[in-house]
């Protein structure tokens, strides 16, 4: 098995694209972290799941934005479990991917910048800081960070987010160039629109069509499509590839 | 299935008098590859008979030469291995990774640097500053500074035992013996006769007759053909182990000079304000080199760390970069296989740093996973280890380089080489501190395998401890000018 014995927090996956790495990361051999904000349920769920089929998983509460917070999970987990092998930066704050109501650049606020500047890079700054000192002590960590192919392709100009997931592409990158030397590789995922999952609830049939008809695989991206990226970036089937971004969208955006 | 191949190739020189009936054979295999090392088989007799003839050729030939003739027949020998085409260096390269277990590309790369040693410029900088006056002293009676003259002479046969860790490092002590006009018989070690019986071919090459006052061979350690060789030689030069070294002294008495290079222990030493945020990638590069180069078999090679706080990374920090960058160290230049009790020391170290971890969680053990490719023990405390070399090396990080004086007291009579990135004012500071402990080598951080042309082996004097000096006083020059006869 790819990751075993490898203990792995994935945040954000109480449901969507984070469960889908979760459960595949859980199906290879790794120990999960299940970690979610609300969704108490589904991420209980979820490890249910997880058990049932033979892998280990726990789920651990925490809002990333919050640095104290995400200490004290750093720290429970480390407790528990020893280490942290693979991280996967996948949580990001709340956001209506609405094509049809989506805000004007001009409407967009200020705060509405902020909001996905924190969801997207503060949580991410807030997990690796309180991470790095594990990951600088393993012989080889794997760091995934979520980001969108919107970045590439803005085929909807949701400006406050494309933002906070450009934001992203950057640290990818600084991260990657830093942290290389101690076996630490950071990559980062752009799906394209991802199809069955909630932020995708309001992408009407209408959108998704248009955006099928321009995908030269003739169909959107599903959390398992990406999950099977995460997989090998976390593996050592990926060694010595960092500061990439590898796009999962069927091939609309062809970097 | 690929052919197997085929490399004979002899490891011993003797002088052209000498005459061997026949030879006998060491196959060493590797994959599809077979090695056929050959060499006489080594008596008292023919001891005897190479012993007389090194004396005759050494009178009548080697002690006529100058210095600078000496130079130049070396530097025609060195110059021919500067060449890729050279044929002795193609079996070289070919032959010594499966002799040695290192890396061939490793291998090819040092030889390279080494062997620029020999060049003429490198010798006339080593002659001139170990003896002065461009070696003219060896040559005839030169003016000395008590208003008389003095000659330098070498004995005329040393007995050389060699040492078989790194590849090519015998030709140092041999041309030594070549430059103070000494005919050498050389014991080699079968781990690593390849590389001596090349270079004095190209010497032959260059100058047969200046090679006929050399002879190499392989045989057995132990036997009582060592005590033949010393009672032949004037001097006795062992390189190798602790125990190698005590038993040729013990066998050749209190008369007869012994010069030895034994155990020597190496180590690394890093100010805070070397570890800044544009320096630290490269210091790591540089010490994973220091260690990785022959894997620590020079005594060159550092066995112990220490790293000061302070720095942009700590030193733990450190010690797991360098953790990374021994492992990138084994994908590009992998270590040589270990026999079972070299596997043994390093897992030995390595559960003995677990041990310690229980009761001091600030004890690491930072280890290659699933074999015993590289090892870092870390270890927060002043203090000093010795390592089982082969990638195995103790990090201790330290408040301030200046404390760690009274842990290395102990290991005195060992302490060779320190590899130092400190800022200059320091420098000088430490570099007497580390002197005064008896550490006689101090150079940069990625440089500790590389000697320079001119440095102190084991902070002797390579010429000057082989010489005897003769003194023509002033009085005899002022008395002997009364007997010339044309003078009234």
């Not at chain 2, 600078?68 to 021919?80: F, G, L, N, P, R």
């Not at chain 2, 050389?160 to 002590?173: D, L, T």
């Not at chain 2, 005919?183 to 590389?195: D, P, R, V, Y």
Request: overall charge negative; some cysteine; proline content about 3%.
């Amino acid at each position: 098995m790819l990751l075993e014995n490898k203990v792995a927090l994935v945040t954000g996956s109480g449901r969507g694209i984070g469960a889908a790495i979760a459960k595949t990361y859980a199906e290879n051999g790794a120990f999960v972290i299940v970690n979610y904000l609300n969704r108490r349920n589904s991420a209980d769920e979820l490890v249910s799941l997880i058990k049932a089929n033979g892998g280990q998983a726990i789920a651990m509460a925490c809002d990333v934005r919050d640095d104290v917070a995400v200490k004290d999970m750093i720290a429970t987990i480390i407790e528990n479990f020893g280490t942290i092998d693979n991280v996967v930066n996948n949580a990001f704050s709340h956001y209506e991917f609405d094509p049809k109501n989506r805000k004007l650049l001009q409407d967009v606020t200020w705060r509405d910048y902020l909001d996905q500047i924190d969801g997207s890079v503060k949580g991410i700054v807030n997990v690796m800081q309180a991470v790095l000192p594990y990951l600088k002590a393993n012989n080889s960590s794997h760091v995934i960070n979520l980001t969108s192919d919107l970045v590439h392709i803005p085929t909807i100009p949701y400006h406050d987010y494309i933002v906070g997931k450009s934001a992203v592409i950057g640290l990818n990158r600084t991260m990657a160039s830093e942290l290389g030397a101690y076996g630490i590789y950071v990559n980062a995922i752009a799906p394209g629109l991802t199809y069955p999952t909630s932020s995708s609830e309001f992408t009407k049939r209408d959108v998704r069509d248009s955006l099928i008809a321009k995908t030269p695989t003739r169909r959107l991206t599903t959390p398992k499509d990406v999950s099977g990226t995460a997989l090998f970036l976390a593996s050592e089937l990926s060694s010595n590839i960092t500061g990439q971004c590898i796009v999962v969208d069927g091939g609309l955006y062809m970097g | 299935m690929t052919a197997t191949s085929e490399i004979t190739i002899n490891i011993f020189h003797l002088p052209s008098q000498v005459n061997i009936a026949e030879l006998e054979e060491k196959v060493i295999c590797k994959g599809n590859q077979r090695i056929h090392m050959s060499y006489p088989d080594v008596t008292t007799k023919l001891l005897d008979e190479t012993a007389e003839n090194l004396r005759i050729n050494q009178k009548s030939y080697l002690s006529q030469l100058t210095v600078e003739e000496i130079i130049s027949i070396i530097d025609k020998a060195a110059q021919k291995w500067t060449n890729s085409e050279y044929e002795l260096r193609i079996l070289a390269e070919k032959t010594l990774p499966i002799i040695t277990g290192y890396d061939a590309l490793q291998i090819s790369l040092e030889l390279r640097q080494f062997i620029r040693l020999f060049r003429k410029k490198d010798l006339r900088r080593f002659i001139q500053s170990e003896v002065g006056m461009f070696g003219n002293i060896l040559d005839d009676f030169q003016p000395n500074h008590s208003g008389g003259f003095s000659k330098f002479y070498g004995p005329d046969l040393i007995f050389q035992i060699f040492s078989g860790n790194v590849p090519g490092i015998q030709i140092w002590n041999l041309l030594m013996a070549a430059f103070v006009k000494s005919a050498t018989l050389g014991k080699l070690s079968f781990a690593e006769a390849i590389m001596p019986s090349l270079f004095v071919k190209s010497l032959a090459e260059v100058d047969a007759k200046f090679a006929d006052a050399i002879a190499i061979l392989p045989w057995q350690s132990g036997t009582e053909l060592e005590n033949k060789a010393i009672e032949l030689a004037d001097t006795v030069i062992v390189c190798g182990g602790q125990s190698a070294v005590k038993s040729i002294k013990e066998k050749s008495g209190p008369t007869k000079k012994v010069l030895s290079y034994g155990y020597k222990i190496g180590l690394a030493l890093i100010g805070q304000e070397a570890i800044s945020t544009d320096r630290y990638t490269t210091l790591i590069k540089a010490v994973a080199e220091d260690i990785s180069i022959y894997d620590q078999q020079n005594c060159l090679a550092p066995q112990s760390i220490f790293i000061e706080k302070g720095g942009a990374v700590t030193p733990k920090e450190f010690a797991n970069l360098l953790a990374s960058e021994l492992q990138n160290y084994q994908i590009r230049y992998p270590r040589a296989q270990l026999i079972e009790a070299e596997q043994t020391s390093i897992n030995k170290m390595r559960q003995q740093a677990d041990i310690e971890s229980i009761s001091d969680s600030t004890t690491i053990a930072m280890v290659s996973q699933k074999n015993t490719d590289w090892t870092i023990i870390y270890r927060d405390k002043v203090d000093f280890m010795v390592s089982p070399l082969n990638r195995a090396i103790n990090i201790f990080a330290v408040n301030n380089l200046n404390d760690i004086g009274q842990t290395l007291e102990p290991y005195r009579p060992y302490l060779q080489s320190a590899g130092i990135a400190v800022a200059p004012n320091r420098l000088f500071e430490m570099s007497d501190v580390l002197g005064s402990l008896g550490v006689n080598r101090i150079s940069a951080l990625g440089e500790m395998n590389h000697v320079v042309p001119g440095w102190h082996h084991d902070g002797g004097f390579n010429l000057l401890d082989l010489v005897h000096v003769t003194d023509i006083e002033a009085s005899a020059e002022r008395y002997s000018e009364q007997f010339d006869p044309d003078i009234e």
